[in-house]
């Protein structure tokens, strides 16, 4: 069964370091979310891709975050400089969209990457 | 923006019914309903696109009463299995989704 890849599975780093995390999607599917979840809430919609587009960054910390899906299939999320808030899980999920737009379709999600800043 | 769930945590003997609701402030194109265990990523359920809506999953099973802007996910007979945090998830158009804060299931023997 195809899944959604993501690496690396634990990141620890220091405060102010630079941190990247990679969101391989299921084959085909041209709608890939970042999202992050820290511990005991919802997870947070950071960046939306339609391909190689970004569809909605809105809740992306711009001074700092950055996201890149160059050739609309696997993507990149980076952070720089770390701050200690910024642990938590990142989340990377990608789906099909049919008709209606990605509100109307299943999000498969990867396994993650839990950050720890220390 | 984010939904409102409720109630925030509910601990369950095998067998018994549940409900977990999920209520919005703005008109919602649709609600999406996830699970999610413990140290692992959120696994769909079922998305509910039309008001008055309703879609079932073997025994869990879903409304969407679009007038109140609010959803409510059933779980008929509870099974262990069934244990883990429910999320529900709001669009409001096309591209804006919001997870909301999540009800935690623990189902006991």
């Known amino acids: 069964e195809a899944e959604v890849a993501q690496s690396p599975r634990y990141k620890i780093t220091e405060k102010s370091q630079a941190v990247a995390f990679w969101c391989d999607p299921i084959?085909?599917?041209?709608?890939l979310y970042w999202y992050r979840q820290i511990l005991g809430q919802g997870p947070e919609l950071l960046v939306q891709?339609?391909?190689?587009?970004?569809?909605?960054d809105s809740q992306l910390p711009k001074d700092r975050f950055s996201a890149e899906r160059l050739k609309g299939v696997d993507s990149t999320l980076k952070i720089q400089p770390a701050e200690l808030g910024d642990s938590a899980m990142y989340l990377c999920?990608?789906?099909?969209?049919?008709?209606?737009?990605?509100?109307?379709?299943?999000?498969?999600f990867g396994p993650g990457t839990r950050l720890t800043v220390l | 923006q984010q939904p409102v769930q409720s109630p925030q945590a509910v601990i369950l003997r095998e067998g018994e019914d549940a409900v977990i609701n999920c209520s919005s402030s703005?008109?919602?194109?649709?609600v999406h309903w996830y699970r999610q265990k413990h140290g692992e990523a959120p696994v769909f359920l079922m998305i509910?696109?039309?008001?008055?809506e309703q879609k079932g999953h073997d025994k869990i099973s879903a409304s969407f009463n679009e007038k109140k802007q609010q959803s409510s996910l059933y779980l008929t007979a509870s099974q262990l299995s069934y244990s883990g945090t429910y999320f529900c998830?709001?669009?409001?158009?096309?591209?804006?989704?919001?997870f909301g804060s999540g009800t935690k299931l623990n189902v006991k023997p």
């Open positions: 509910l696109l039309k008001g008055g």
């Open positions: 703005k008109a919602l194109y649709s």
């Open positions: 998830g709001t669009a409001y158009n096309f591209n804006k989704f919001y």
């Open positions: 084959s085909g599917h041209a709608t």
């Open positions: 999920a990608s789906s099909s969209p049919t008709s209606g737009g990605p509100g109307s379709n299943e999000q498969f």
């Open positions: 891709f339609q391909d190689e587009s970004v569809v909605d």
